[in-house]
């Protein structure tokens, strides 16, 4: 079991080579920074009897580091599908009312339970991301997911439907 002296020890020995593998991987450091302190409060906070080696040091950043590439990569794609809607509407007039109709027909009745409670907090109560994942307690990658399905099912009905 690694204790909170050992911990700190930990971090005062390899906070500086830990801070420069996520720096490399992130290109930011201010994400970098948080990362590493991310994975000391981790240890602190846990009551796991889990060995730390420098090796599981490097393992556990490398590998928040990778997630958060993955999330930053989804959340640009969403960004990326939104422009693209957007550019869509920008060649026409904005939706008349009765396109707006047939998009809330379409998560009414189209969409799974979930993906729709999803829509509804992030459009129509405006929450972010990461609130809509901390009140349906799941990932903001999966939030991400939900929305991307939704927006491509809701393209698919209205071209089929216009």
């Not at 909170?4 to 420069?20: A, G, M, Q, V």
């Not at 903001?140 to 209205?158: F, H, P, W």
Request: aromatic share 8%.
């Amino acid at each position: 079991m690694t204790d909170k002296k050992n911990i700190e020890r930990l971090f005062k020995t390899h906070y500086k080579d830990l801070h420069r593998l996520a720096s490399m991987l992130l290109q930011d450091d201010d994400s970098a920074r948080d990362i590493v302190n991310d994975v000391f409060v981790t240890l602190l906070s846990s009551s796991s009897d889990v060995e730390v080696t420098t090796g599981y040091l490097y393992t556990a950043v490398r590998n928040r580091c990778l997630t958060q590439i993955r999330n930053t990569d989804i959340r640009r794609r969403i960004i990326n599908l939104y422009f693209k809607d957007v550019e869509d509407y920008d060649d026409e007039e904005w939706p008349d009312e009765e396109t707006i109709a047939r998009i809330y027909e379409i998560i009414k009745e189209d969409l799974t339970p979930q993906c729709r409670r999803v829509m509804e907090l992030r459009f129509c109560e405006g929450l972010t991301f990461a609130k809509v994942a901390e009140k349906m307690d799941m990932s903001e990658n999966a939030v991400y997911k939900y929305v991307r399905q939704a927006l491509v099912l809701i393209r698919k009905k209205l071209n089929q439907h216009g």
